[in-house]
């Protein structure tokens, strides 16, 4: 269901694993304690002059031993999954030493290029040097200087094809969400916003009150080292990233978009405090920490595995123009449906808009042949250009089908039907259609249309 995956620092770590090596939630969590417990051993802190001269807190060897023989000291970011089935795009995020400007590792390369130029870097090695995933974690997970650690970083930076690399949350980019949205304009250029969002943080402290301005000034508190400390300490808060793209979302992106953050009363932990782990934990998982936000998040990751393919080019009739097709679904039908049905038993109804067209989502329309869901689906729209949403209702919420709102014309133009003197793959689909379906579609062609 996740087609593009970024992570930075532990984030980056667990994109690595969830989605590279393909671990489910529950070993991702078990890896990164027993990790955090082997590299943050008090037995392995440097004393006071060797972690300054070492630019370090810690030794870095067990670290990178325990990286090794977690992502195997051989696997690269573009090697083949061993189950030969394309995984989901994955980008890691790092920081140089120099300025501090953001390089991301990445499994693919894009379809089109950048609209302007990036302000973040790329690093495309020919094959043979290219970076091993244990490189690429030891990167984004070269945790950045903290006051209560001495001002000395946790591990030092790694230098990969000859450009050094920090943690990837430094310079404002804790939280990706920007980095993200760019490279899914550079994935999918015709797609405007993605079909769902879903922001995870790692904590962040409760606002307070904003102080009052006094005429006298204490140096100690509001000098320049500590209003400089204040403002590198926030660049760290990834609920301020948040909060700037949210705010510069339209309504249709921010109603698909989800930010999950635990707010810790009282303060962060140290990065390198490993027995509050299991508090946190607790706090997550309990009733008051969003439930409904998570159904709902759910609920629209599922819904978008639908998508609409059209039969033909909408045919004019009567001053309307009516519209052909199925809907389909790129994940499991039987898995994604029972999914929704856990999460709301109710009947899924399709609608246009506001309107109910008739149908409704079923396990009854998997093919018995190929196994793949195939509702043949028709309405109707008064012109090419306008644009209309096609949903499912869950509950008393409609959700989008994937690639919603748009135009019947955009779905047009993506399928190919307007080319008159054929397409490249000489009207050859990357897929041989079912004979099941395309006859149970045939015999929906005689129904009559819905008028919406």
Not at 9 to 26: K, Q, W
Not at 132 to 140: C, G, K, S, Y
Not at 377 to 395: A, K, Q, W
Not at 422 to 429: D, L
Request: proline share 6%; net charge positive; with cysteine.
């Amino acid at each position: 269901m996740i087609d593009l995956a970024v992570g930075c620092s532990s984030g980056g770590l667990i994109a690595l694993s969830r989605f590279m090596l393909r671990m489910d939630n529950e070993s991702c969590k078990s890896l990164f304690k027993t990790l955090a417990k082997k590299v943050f051993s008090p037995s392995l802190r440097k004393r006071f002059f060797h972690s300054w001269v070492s630019d370090s807190f810690y030794d870095v060897q067990p670290l990178e031993e325990a990286l090794k023989n977690h992502y195997t000291p051989t696997q690269r970011m573009f090697d083949a999954p061993m189950s030969g089935v394309s995984a989901c795009k994955v980008a890691v995020t790092t920081t140089t030493i120099k300025d501090g400007d953001a390089f991301i590792f990445a499994n693919y390369n894009g379809t089109a290029p950048h609209r302007v130029e990036s302000a973040y870097g790329r690093l495309r090695p020919n094959n043979d040097q290219e970076p091993f995933l244990w490189q690429i974690a030891r990167a984004t997970t070269a945790a950045p200087p903290k006051y209560e650690l001495m001002n000395e970083s946790l591990f030092p930076p790694i230098e990969i094809d000859g450009i050094t690399y920090q943690d990837g949350g430094m310079k404002r980019h804790n939280n990706p969400i920007n980095l993200a949205l760019s490279e899914a304009r550079h994935l999918w250029p015709t797609s405007p916003n993605p079909d769902v969002l879903i922001s995870l943080g790692t904590g962040s402290t409760t606002p307070g009150s904003v102080p009052a301005i006094s005429r006298y000034r204490n140096f100690l508190v509001d000098g320049w080292m500590s209003r400089i400390y204040r403002s590198f300490s926030s660049s760290f808060d990834g609920e301020n990233a948040w909060r700037e793209v949210s705010g510069l979302m339209n309504k249709t992106c921010r109603e698909s978009s989800f930010r999950f953050d635990l707010s810790v009363p009282g303060g962060l932990p140290r990065l390198d405090d490993t027995e509050c782990m299991a508090r946190l934990s607790a706090m997550v998982h309990s009733p008051s920490f969003g439930v409904s936000n998570h159904k709902e998040a759910a609920t629209a990751l599922l819904t978008t595995c639908f998508f609409l393919k059209l039969d033909s080019v909408p045919s004019y009739y009567a001053g309307l123009f009516q519209c052909a097709g199925t809907i389909r679904c790129r994940a499991p039908a039987q898995h994604v449906i029972r999914c929704l049905d856990i999460l709301d038993p109710s009947r899924k109804d399709l609608y246009k808009d506001n309107i109910k067209l008739g149908v409704y989502i079923s396990t009854h329309d998997i093919c018995s042949h190929c196994h793949k869901y195939n509702r043949p689906i028709r309405f109707i729209v008064r012109d090419l250009e306008e644009s209309i949403v096609v949903s499912l209702c869950s509950g008393d919420k409609l959700h989008r089908l994937s690639a919603f709102p748009n135009s019947m014309q955009w779905f047009v133009e993506q399928q190919g039907l307007n080319q008159k003197f054929g397409g490249s793959n000489h009207r050859f689909e990357a897929k041989e259609e079912c004979p099941v379906c395309e006859a149970r579609a045939g015999g929906v062609r005689k129904r009559k249309y819905i008028e919406v």
